[in-house]
C-alpha cells in the first residue's frame, strides 16, 4: 500500500463493509477514522467465508451480477491503516484490494478495502459478530431493505 500523505492519512479511503460499517465501532479500533460518507461497490455483494478452521472466518466480498455492496468510506492515519490491514493477526488470510465504489452524489472514488483470500467453505458468524454487523448498519443509516 501507498505511504500515508503530509497529514498522517493513507491517499486512498478505506471501505469499510459487515463489522467495519459503524463509525463508533470504527473509532474504539481506529481512532483516527473519519467517516466520508455511505458507498457503494456494485456488482458485489456480503459473503461470509471460512478461511482456516470451521470456527474462523470473516466478512468478505463476493462478485454478483446486479448486487451492490453498500459500506462507509473512512479516511484513516498511517498507524491506524496498518492496523486495521493487519486484520488482528489474520492477515495472511486476507487480501487488500484497491476498488472503485459509488458515492451518493454519483462520484466514483478510490478505495481500499479487504476481503478473504483462501476461503474454505462457507461460515456462519457467531451471534455477536452478526449485531456488530447490524448495529453498524443502522448507526451508519443504511437502508431498511439493506439492512434486512
Known amino acids: 500500500m501507498a505511504p ?3 497529514n498522517g492519512t493513507y491517499p486512498l479511503p478505506y471501505f469499510g463493509y459487515g463489522t467495519l460499517l459503524g463509525a463508533g465501532h470504527m473509532r474504539e479500533r481506529y481512532p483516527s477514522a473519519a467517516s466520508l460518507g455511505l458507498a457503494m461497490y456494485e ?3 456480503l459473503d461470509f467465508l471460512r478461511y ?3 470456527d474462523k472466518g ?3 466480498i ?3 451480477r446486479g448486487a451492490r455492496l453498500i459500506g462507509v468510506l473512512y479516511t484513516l492515519s498511517n498507524e491506524d491503516m496498518d492496523r486495521l490491514l493487519a486484520v488482528g493477526g489474520d492477515a495472511e488470510w486476507y487480501e487488500a484490494r484497491k476498488i472503485d465504489v459509488k458515492m451518493n452524489d454519483g462520484r466514483i ?3 481500499i478495502t479487504l476481503r478473504v483470500n483462501g476461503a474454505r467453505g462457507p461460515w456462519v458468524p457467531p451471534a455477536a459478530y452478526g449485531r456488530l454487523i447490524t448495529e ?3 448507526e ?3 437502508p431498511a431493505y439493506y439492512r434486512a
Request: with cysteine; charged share 25%; aromatic share 0%.
Open 4 to 6: 500515508a500523505d503530509a
Open 43 to 45: 456488482g458485489h455483494e
Open 52 to 54: 482456516d478452521s470451521a
Open 58 to 60: 470473516g466478512c468478505s
Open 62 to 64: 463476493a462478485e454478483r
Open 109 to 111: 472514488a478510490k478505495a
Open 136 to 138: 453498524g448498519a443502522v
Open 140 to 142: 451508519a443509516n443504511l
